[in-house]
């Protein structure tokens, strides 16, 4: 499984043996590293601010077992069909005077169906109206798919790889790895750019996570945008008890992804409502300089705006 997704065009920059050797520095060598590679490649004290909106919210055919919206499990999001066009306007508007610059619509399918995807269209268009960047993540794209995303004026499309390909069978078993880096190459050759990142605190060892980044890292460019989830666990899920990740392993991965892709926006996702300020400043110290703004991720919580802005201002970090 590994060599053959290693032997695509990953030229494999980096292998998992060397990203583990830096997840295994001493934690203040390797945040002193991480800043040092941070702040040759961004404004350290700069943000960038991205506002998620679920579009199509429940009754998912995959079977990831993180996930509160598949139909296989029994959580409490109810099923939603393709919001209307002028809610997803109005929701993009607030995000806007919010202060976001980025607009992220997510749908639970498997992947969009052709008039599934006409829909999605037109709110890239007006979104992209407004003066947002526009970013959805719509599940996997097939051929031809990617370019009348990219038509419709899309910025970013939003694919996990998740975890890394030895742990992988154990979370996703509907669609493949490969089948990932298959809608991946449509987007790259669509000329849109790439959100690609994880979920960490699945049960997956050190060495796993380390795969994960490796994988990401060695995919040709890097992805423009990496975001790393930590694992919120909701009730009725497959992993709503496994155990938590120690904060300071989730700082190193945040560091390591920053180290290895330094031209990259770093974003600290989901879990930062229940991450104390303490352990999120040390994200940002570490490189993370991107997150999800707003109340809601897609169907789980996310700090309160009023919270995110006094942080910032703690920190003196800004968006513009
Ligand atoms: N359905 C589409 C797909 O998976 O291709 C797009 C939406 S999906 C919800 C986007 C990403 O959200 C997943 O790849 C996963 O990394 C993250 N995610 C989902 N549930 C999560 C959870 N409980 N905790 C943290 N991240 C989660
Ligand atoms: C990503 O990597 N994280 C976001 C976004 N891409 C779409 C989603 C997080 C979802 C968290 C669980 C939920 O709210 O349903
Ligand atoms: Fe469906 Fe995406 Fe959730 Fe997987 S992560 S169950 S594909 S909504």
Not at 40 to 56: E, F, G, R, T, Y
Request: charge should be negative.
């Amino acid at each position: 499984m590994d060599t053959l997704v290693v032997s695509r065009k990953n030229t494999s920059t980096w292998s998992t043996k060397k990203v583990l050797e830096l997840f295994q520095l001493p934690f203040m060598d390797l945040l002193y590293q991480a800043q040092q590679v941070h702040r040759a490649n961004h404004d350290p004290n700069k943000i960038q601010l991205s506002s998620l909106l679920s579009i199509k919210t429940g009754g998912c055919p995959e079977d990831c077992k993180y996930c509160p919206q598949s139909a296989r499990y029994e959580t409490e999001v109810e099923r939603e069909r393709l919001l209307a066009l002028q809610e997803v306007l109005k929701s993009a508007q607030a995000a806007k005077e919010n202060g976001a610059t980025r607009f992220c619509m997510g749908a639970a399918w498997r992947g969009p169906k052709e008039h599934q995807l006409e829909d999605v269209m037109e709110m890239i268009r007006q979104v992209k109206a407004m003066g947002m960047e526009t970013c959805v993540t719509l599940g996997m794209l097939k051929e031809g798919q990617a370019e009348k995303l990219k038509e419709a004026g899309l910025d970013y499309y939003n694919h996990n790889l998740d975890t890394s390909p030895e742990f992988y069978g154990e979370i996703i078993t509907t669609r493949t790895y490969q089948d990932r880096l298959d809608t991946l190459e449509r987007v790259r050759n669509a000329g849109i750019n790439i959100c690609c990142g994880g979920i960490v605190g699945l049960g997956e060892s050190r060495a796993q996570r380390a795969g994960l980044l490796s994988q990401l890292a060695n995919l040709n460019p890097p992805p423009e945008s990496v975001p790393i989830n930590q694992l919120v666990k909701v009730s009725g899920t497959p992993l709503e008890e496994v155990d938590d990740l120690d904060p300071f392993e989730f700082i190193r991965t945040i560091a390591v992804a920053r180290i290895i892709m330094p031209k990259s926006h770093v974003r600290l996702s989901a879990g930062r409502e229940q991450m104390p300020e303490s352990t999120q400043a040390l994200c940002f110290m570490a490189g993370a300089n991107s997150i999800f703004y707003g109340e809601e991720l897609l169907t789980t919580a996310n700090p309160r705006i009023e919270a995110d802005k006094a942080l910032m201002s703690k920190l003196d970090l800004s968006s513009k």
